[in-house]
């Protein structure tokens, strides 16, 4: 038995099979793919599930009074109905957007755009990911809503101590944050968070992008008003994202976008709504991505997220201590409750230069901001390398990595 | 690693990454410009000074980047002293070229600058051997236009 098989919960090897693309080779080397945060790989039955639709199945949704228009509206809001049972809300509550970013836009063009007042503040923290700030100062921007950012420690935690500052003069509204640092790895702690804001009168969104891969996401549990993530990095396709909302606060929000299937009547002078979630979701849908994501969220719960967060854990602490052993070698974050997302920097070597070393050896970790610039300030970093790691990523992976690192160092030295 | 990465982390590169000539500043400036990459943070300054006429006589350049970013500004300074603003804007240009097709010019002073042809395969990597570059062809453009009015 390898070392990759004998991780607990999870059998690695049988897994890396379902995914054609991690047999390629890159610059002559094994591929060592180690930026799933950015992306996931994509397993055989989210190709083959999406080609059959194609083959098979396709037209388009809610329209046709024909057979194939049928069974694709069939398969299509099948796949409503396991995110649903995914997140363990209703189907009314889940919304097909894009992505987590159109997600975000959505609720701060609706939401932001109705239900908050100018004088009201938004609080983000300060290791959300461009998409959970910037739409947010573009709605402070339209409608004097004020933006507040809390602290995170030095650790990679949200600042409790801020937090409470923050919300001191029961302005915050909405605290919208981040389920996982995409940089830091950091899990925050949702349960805790909500319970805080709903005290102080604030309902929370909360961006599952990163998170949603590794744990079990139980909305009705967690409490939360707004939950949204991306189907990409959830080992299913680009171009399909999910809103959740909680019912009452959908059925509140006015649509985002206007044009066929959000309807319920329409005549040249006005029209009338439909209801959540065909609300939100005008023109012809990401029809069979939205299967895709389907396909992916079975693949996944087949696996288990008891296998999954246990192989993480494994991963994850022995990347810490595997890299922490690399002289001038430094992790950003230090967070309790983290997950397998390591960034880290090199003395005297540039994060591009030491991605694109890696890369030579066929080792694909991100390098840069991360889409987290303020962040990297608060670390007093320009930019960092990134290793983060899905189903299918080995410990002996990680040992290449730091061998990689190794090898890197000497080209500088 | 040493055989493949030779392409791009020439032995040049990485000697004038690690000790750069011409990294400072001068005492009298008479064109400057700042380039930055928001992507990576790599942030860059070069000046130049011609007294009166139009023959750089000094260069410096002040990087934060990457060693492809920092040996691309140093390079720049051996190509531009001595010589007149309106041949610098043309070999910015070559420079540049080669960055975008992969092609070496055939033009003399490219025997040194030929190191960075490899990083044409790197698109993301393009920005950081053509930054201190870009930054230079604003420098002189305004250079040039004081002179001429």
Redesign the interface.
């Known amino acids: 038995m390898s070392v990759a098989t004998a991780l607990p919960g999870l059998d690695v090897e049988r897994i890396r099979e379902d995914f054609p693309i991690l047999a390629e080779r890159v ?2 080397k094994p591929l060592v793919y180690l930026d799933s945060a950015a992306s996931a790989q994509k397993p055989r039955v989210v190709m083959d599930v999406m080609a059959r639709t194609m083959e098979k199945q396709y037209a388009n949704v809610h329209r046709g009074l024909h057979w194939l228009s049928e069974r694709c509206s069939d398969a299509y809001e099948g796949a409503r109905d396991r995110v649903a049972r995914f997140l363990n809300a209703e189907r009314e509550e889940i919304v097909f957007v894009r992505n987590a970013t159109e997600a975000i836009n959505l609720v701060s063009y609706t939401f932001g755009h109705t239900a908050l007042e100018p004088g009201n503040a938004v609080a983000v923290s300060q290791m959300e990911h461009h998409a959970n700030l910037v739409p947010w100062q573009m709605l402070r921007d339209a409608r004097g809503i004020e933006l507040r950012i809390v602290r995170v420690t030095e650790a990679g935690e949200i600042d409790f101590g801020d937090l409470e500052r923050v919300f001191a003069d029961r302005r915050v509204k909405l605290l919208a944050i981040t389920h996982m640092s995409n940089v830091l790895g950091t899990y925050t702690p949702v349960e805790r968070l909500v319970a805080f804001a709903h005290a102080h009168g604030a309902q929370v969104l909360v961006d599952g992008a990163q998170a949603v891969v590794h744990r079990r996401v139980d909305v009705r549990a967690l409490g939360v008003d707004f939950y949204v993530f991306s189907g990409h990095k959830l080992y299913g396709p680009t171009g399909i994202g999910v809103l959740y909302g909680k019912r009452t606060l959908l059925q509140s929000m006015p649509p985002f976008l206007g044009g066929g299937d959000m309807i319920g009547s329409v005549s040249y002078e006005r029209s009338t709504w439909a209801e959540p979630p065909y609300r939100f979701e005008a023109g012809t849908p990401a029809i069979v991505e939205a299967i895709g994501l389907g396909a992916a969220i079975d693949y996944i719960e087949a696996i288990g997220f008891d296998a999954i967060a246990t192989h993480e854990r494994v991963l994850t602490d022995h990347a810490l201590r595997t890299l922490s052993d690399i002289s001038g070698l430094k992790i950003i974050g230090n967070a309790q409750d983290r997950g397998g997302i390591v960034a880290f920097t090199l003395d005297r ?5 030491v991605a ?2 890696l890369d ?2 066929g080792i694909a970790v991100r ?3 991360h889409c987290a ?1 303020p962040l ?1 300030r608060r670390f007093g970093v ?2 960092t390398a990134r290793a983060s790691f899905g189903i299918y990523t080995t410990r002996s992976e990680i040992d290449l990595l730091a061998a ?1 690192i190794e ?2 160092k000497k ?2 030295s | ?2 055989d ?2 030779e392409d ?2 020439q032995q040049l590169i ?1 000697e004038r990454a ?1 000790a750069p000539h011409y990294a400072g500043r001068l005492v009298r400036i008479d064109g400057e410009a700042e380039g930055d990459n ?5 942030q860059v300054h070069v000046m130049f000074a011609s007294g009166d006429g139009d023959v750089v006589q000094e260069f410096a350049h002040q990087t ?6 920092i040996a691309s500004a140093d390079l720049l300074g051996d190509v531009v002293l001595g010589r007149h603003l309106d041949e610098i804007t043309s070999t910015v240009d070559a420079f540049e070229e080669m960055i975008r097709t992969g092609t070496r010019p055939t033009r003399s002073e490219f025997d040194k600058l030929a190191a960075f042809a490899g990083v044409h395969a ?1 698109r ?2 393009r920005r ?1 051997a053509t930054l201190a570059w870009q930054a230079a062809r604003s420098a002189i453009i305004r250079m040039m236009e004081a002179h001429h009015g």
Do not use: N, W
């Open positions: 610059h002559e070597i540039h994060a591009h230069d694109t070393l030579k050896q390098a840069g901001h610039e990297a320009d930019s990689g090898r890197l080209v500088f | 690693m040493e493949t990465v791009l982390y990485m690690r928001p992507m990576c943070g790599d934060r980047g990457c060693a492809i970013c790197y993301s990597r950081c």
